[in-house]
């Protein structure tokens, strides 16, 4: 039985390593923000997986539904929720003057290629 | 070339990672660490008075993350404000072949406070379930958003988001600042009452926190979205020359 | 005692209200005034540090390691000294400076956009050297980063956009490095706090530490550049505007470095000397044979940092306190060389409106004071005695020394070697500030040797020759002056180094508690 961390791991190392290679190979600007973004979005499920326990519920106290020590026992852990809330909004907060600075690059170049910018090799 | 290396690279970086960690992440419950989690769990009713874990975190324990947070907003906002630069206030019409017509005009119009009602909700709950400033001011900005696409003679003023943006930092730090003057001398301790469990008006300072991160994100995307779609109020009308001169630097 | 927190409320604060006010003017004054607040306070910080030991800071009245471990120690306290006076120098020679820095669309708003930008710097650089907490230091990691990309920029340019861009897209890759690292030590350690982190660390399975560490050390290396992370750097420094690349040249990847050591040191219980090392030595081969080829000023002294950071990790990776010790005192002395040589740089570009190293020709004759600053922090970064360069490059040899390893010998080796391209480089552009229009240059329009200095390829801006004719002509300065003002600080780096020089025992006795704090927590 393979188990639900370990799909997940997987999948956000697979998701790193592919945003990685987009984000070293592509010419083309737009493509390289979108690598950099699936890289964020591998890190992101990482982190959040690191906080994973087998059937656990979300950490909020619900009145009315059982005594908060039982509702505590078997709440997820929280600190990485904490962790990717902040990472998420970091993150596109860094795409946003990325494509900023690619619109004006573009207005100037009429490309969004490296090919064509001058040294902007990685 | 390029392609070889960079595939490489990855592939000797992804051995790497494998073969150090990789098993040891496969096991499901891992040699229980006690982690601050849990003491968070533990801690979050007695300290914050707040229902929702991840609130107390974000808004109490670990507030100052949260203040840098809204800070790397408040820095994209500005960046991509300075660097739009001449095409902020060029207006849509240049980007788009024409607007959405009658329905999307109007109903964008229609919805949008609806939007930011439930975007307010959500900010005002945040201590009680899922949500919070972040979340709800992000709601409220696609309301502007949604109007903004449609209706391409439609203009904001980033002046008023800015003031907003400015308005609601200055609180958050003020209420952040609170907690210094008070017996505790503590940047962001939580010096309210904190009232009962549940209640909307509880876990002192936490709502009004999260009220002035979801005033400022929502300011914030506003801002961002306006610049990038060129439908700055306060933006000169486009010069023709596309290229900047250049100044000493 | 004033809490250090307003270390980071004011900064933030004011950048709310400039944005607020939207003015240019209040702008200027209301950072002027933090800062300068700010600078005043951290001695007294500082002093406290070296009297009582370190400060702890609790935060939202919840301990560590459940809220955020913050503290001033006397490194931090040493370092926000650095930056807030290097920060309150730089702002002042901004305030002239940076109404010339760009020509473009709404460059008016743009101004106030920068001094809040700059505040906002400022606070991540700060935070970064007060927290005690993995994640609260990649936050104020970030904030220092997007603040530095989006200056980059500032002035639209193509060239900048471009660096700003390919800055952007490795810091990213490194935040996203950073970001796992914690990941995996919060797993380990189920505590952010660096304490913490450090004692799990030590006894996870041998494949963990190093994990972290290598992650780590990518990320932050990126901004810290370090060969071969540092490929952003000679593009970004010199295509941002002067005051801007004072402040990355000057402290910020300084101050990268410092955290990466600190962090290796204590945390991962391992800086990865000898890989470090080399890279290190690496990155000083490198960056001042790259800076020998370079035309353009700025492009050449960013190529030095290259070198000079290569320099300094070089000290911290030879493991010893007194290469810690020795490192800052090369750290001290560049911020002050580095930072001088970048402001006076963007003089000469506002004056001739050239970049190019030739169009510089004899300017010394017109602006002998700004050539004498420019000479004077030149010697030091050389390392030529009585300046401060000389002490302290001399003392990282005299560790290397004493290391009695191949590294060190290697990095003895290295370092003059480095040394001596300096000298070629940095001399030839003082010569050619002091030189004339030879009548040898004059008729040699073609791509000759140009005054016997030896540099090959074609006159860099051949208008200079078109204009000049006679031999004994200087470059017209056809562009706006800059007041005294901002003199102010250009004088006040290049004290620091000939002051260094002078009174370097007591230098050297205040770094002593600094160095010693870099290897604890």
């Known amino acids: ?122 | 070339m390029r392609k070889v290396i960079g595939f490489l690279l990855i592939a000797s970086f992804a051995f790497f990672i494998v073969s150090l960690v990789a098993r040891d992440l496969w096991i499901d419950d891992p040699a229980q660490v006690r982690t601050i989690g849990q003491a968070a769990i533990g801690q979050t009713i007695p300290q914050s008075g707040a229902a929702n874990t991840v609130t107390a975190i974000v808004v109490q324990f670990r507030g100052l993350d949260t203040l840098g947070e809204v800070t790397v907003l408040f820095l994209s906002a500005i960046g991509v404000a300075l660097l739009s630069g001449e095409f902020a206030g060029r207006g849509l019409n240049e980007l788009f072949a024409d607007d959405g017509g009658f329905i999307l005009h109007y109903g964008t119009r229609l919805v949008l406070p609806l939007i930011a009602l439930v975007g307010a909700y959500i900010v005002a709950h945040g201590h009680l379930s899922p949500g919070g400033g972040f979340p709800g001011g992000v709601l409220i900005a696609t309301a502007v958003f949604a109007v903004l696409m449609t209706n391409v003679q439609q203009r904001l003023s980033t002046r008023l988001m800015a003031v907003i943006e400015g308005l609601a930092g200055l609180a958050f730090v003020g209420l952040g600042t609170l907690g210094l003057l008070g017996d505790k001398f503590s940047f962001l301790a939580n010096v309210l009452p904190k009232g009962e469990l549940g209640f909307l008006f509880s876990a002192g300072i936490i709502p009004l926190i999260y009220a002035a991160v979801g005033t400022k994100v929502a300011a914030e995307l506003s801002t961002l979205v306006t610049s990038l779609t060129g439908s700055d109020k306060d933006a000169g009308p486009a010069s023709v020359s596309a290229g900047g001169k250049g100044g000493a630097r | 005692m004033v809490s250090p927190m307003i270390l980071i409320a004011l900064p933030l604060a004011t950048a709310f209200l400039i944005v607020l006010i939207g003015s240019r003017v209040a702008a200027r004054w209301l950072s002027l005034a933090a800062v300068a607040l700010l600078a005043g306070l951290a001695p007294f910080w500082f002093a406290e540090v070296l009297r009582n030991g370190p400060m702890a800071i609790v935060l939202a009245d919840v301990l560590p390691p459940l809220g955020i471990a913050f503290g001033l120690d006397a490194l931090s306290a040493g370092f926000v000294l650095l930056i807030a006076a290097s920060g309150l120098l730089v702002l002042l020679y901004s305030v002239p400076y940076i109404p010339h820095a760009g020509q473009f669309e709404g460059a008016k708003k743009a101004e106030t956009r920068y001094y809040a930008l700059f505040l906002l710097l400022l606070a991540g650089s700060f935070g970064l050297v007060m927290t005690r907490d993995i994640f609260n230091l990649f936050v104020f990691f970030e904030i220092l980063c997007i603040s530095s990309y989006i200056l980059v920029a500032y002035s639209q340019e193509e060239r900048s956009l471009e660096a700003g861009i390919k800055y952007m897209i490795l810091g990213s890759i490194g935040s996203a490095f950073m970001l796992v690292a914690i990941g995996l030590s919060y797993r380990v350690a189920g505590s952010l706090a660096m304490t913490d982190i450090g004692q799990a660390l030590a006894t996870a399975p041998h494949g963990y530490a190093l994990l972290v560490a290598v992650l780590f050390t990518l990320g932050f290396g990126i901004e810290a550049a370090i060969f071969p992370l540092n490929t952003w750097l000679p593009d970004a420094h010199s295509s941002a505007p002067s005051s801007i690349s004072a402040v990355l040249s000057g402290f910020v990847i300084e101050v990268a470095l410092v955290v990466l050591v600190r962090i290796g040191i204590t945390v991962f219980g391992t800086l990865m000397e000898p890989a470090m090392g080399v890279l290190a030595l690496a990155g000083v081969v490198v960056g001042e044979l790259a800076a020998l080829g370079q035309k353009e000023l700025k492009r050449t002294l960013a190529f030095s940092s290259i070198g000079q950071v290569g320099i300094m990790l070089f000290a911290f990776s030879l493991g010893t306190q007194s290469g810690d010790w020795a490192g800052l005192g090369q750290l001290l002395m560049h911020t002050g060389a580095k930072s001088a040589l970048f402001l006076v740089s963007g003089y000469f570009i506002l004056r001739t409106g050239s970049h190019e190293i030739e169009a510089y020709r004899g300017l010394a004759r017109r602006m002998p004071a700004a050539a004498a600053f420019f000479s004077l922090a030149a010697l030091s970064l050389v390392g030529m005695p009585p300046f401060f360069g000389f002490f302290t490059k001399f003392r990282i040899i005299e560790v290397a020394a004493a290391a009695r390893s191949a590294l060190g010998y290697a990095g003895i080796v290295v370092i003059l070697f480095g040394t001596v391209i300096e000298a070629v480089y940095l001399f030839r552009i003082v010569r050619v500030l002091y030189g004339g229009v030879t009548a040898a240059a004059a008729a040699s329009a073609n791509g000759a040797t140009i005054g016997g200095l030896g540099a090959p390829g074609s006159i860099a801006d051949s208008t200079l020759l078109s204009v000049a004719g006679a031999p004994s002509s200087v470059p017209t300065l056809a562009r706006a002056d800059l007041p005294a003002l901002a003199w102010i600080a250009v004088a006040a780096f290049v004290a620091l180094v000939l002051v260094g020089g002078f009174a370097f025992p007591w230098f050297d006795q205040a770094l002593q508690p600094v160095a010693a704090a870099l290897a604890a927590l």
């Open chain 1, 1 to 122: 039985m393979i188990s639900v961390s370990a799909v997940l791991y997987t999948t956000s190392i697979i998701l790193v390593l592919l945003g990685l290679y987009g984000a070293l190979t592509r010419k083309n600007l737009i493509r390289t923000v979108i690598s950099l973004d699936v890289i964020d979005l591998g890190v992101n499920i990482f982190l959040i997986t690191i906080g994973y326990i087998k059937d656990g519920r979300a950490p909020i106290y619900v009145i009315g539904s059982g005594s908060l020590s039982v509702q505590a026992a078997r709440m997820a852990d929280p600190l990485p929720q904490a962790l990717v809330l902040t990472a998420i909004v970091i993150g596109f907060g860094v795409t946003a003057v990325a494509l900023t600075l690619i619109m004006r690059l573009y207005e100037k170049r009429k490309t969004v290629e490296v090919s064509e910018t001058r040294g902007l090799k990685w």
